[in-house]
Nanobody, 115 residues
């Protein structure tokens, strides 16, 4: 079992920044793919950013150049640095891990971008 806990969400003005954090209950050096997804009410959850054990990253087109995903295996942490935030980035953000063929999710953290 993997437990993931996100933090760092909140209310921010357009153009601002936030950093989301996700801590894992297990050593993430053995977790090949971790990442961030987001969901707004009435819409499907979508991939925001993924990072592999070799630090290869992929991003949704809508966030590329503004968001950066990173991981710190020693701290069992995954981060999402979000810059130049837009109102359309408003969503619940979920941390995800793919481990031993199973997907694990955190409980989510709300990000609201509004003036």
């Amino acid at each position: 079992q993997v437990e993931l806990v996100e933090s760092g969400g909140g209310l921010v003005q357009p153009g601002g920044s936030l950093r989301l954090s996700c801590v894992s209950s297990v050593d993430i050096s053995n977790i090949n793919i971790m990442g961030w997804h987001r969901q707004v009410p009435g819409k499907q959850r979508e991939v925001v950013a993924l990072i592999t054990g070799g630090d290869r990253t992929t991003y949704a087109d809508s966030v590329r150049g503004r968001f950066t995903v990173s991981r710190d295996n020693a701290k069992r942490m995954v981060y999402l640095q979000m810059n130049i935030l837009k109102p359309e980035d408003t969503a619940v953000y979920y941390c995800q891990a793919l481990w031993n063929g199973k997907y694990y999710w955190g409980q989510g953290t709300q990000v609201t971008v509004s003036s």
